[in-house]
């Protein structure tokens, strides 16, 4: 019986809101590796970058950690089995306000955590 092995890349402190960051998430969970990156290099949302990037990375984790179990992966059986964004810190700055006061603004951060696997038969 064959497991199916995975690997996993996280980026963190993106500096996207996760709402929007959880758009380009929900368009790639699910699919195979060669279709979610030309699905994110066709996407016009900016989040599609770090996105692509952490997916690469993961596929390179993958790569790497079969060659260091004396296997081989093919990047065709890969498939995105987890993503997802989780809330990063927030960095709290101020703006010029009305009648000389200040008002805050939040600048929301990411994580992006990324796991793919081999299929399963």
């Known amino acids: 019986m064959e497991f199916a092995m995975e690997a996993r890349a996280i980026a963190k402190e993106i500096r996207m809101s996760p709402r929007k960051v959880r758009l380009v998430a929900d368009q790639i969970r699910g699919r195979s590796v060669n279709e979610a990156i030309s699905v994110l290099q066709f996407s016009k949302k900016a989040a599609a970058i770090p996105m692509g990037k952490t997916l ?7 790569r790497e950690k079969a060659d260091l179990e004396g296997d081989s992966v093919d990047i065709d059986e890969l498939v995105i089995s987890r993503i997802f964004v989780d809330e990063g ?17 939040r600048r929301r951060t990411s994580h992006i955590t990324v796991v793919v696997s081999t299929e399963e038969n």
């Open 56 to 62: 690469r990375s993961a596929v390179a984790n993958a």
């Open 89 to 105: 810190r927030v960095l709290k700055r101020w703006r010029a306000g009305a009648m000389g006061r200040a008002t805050p603004r």
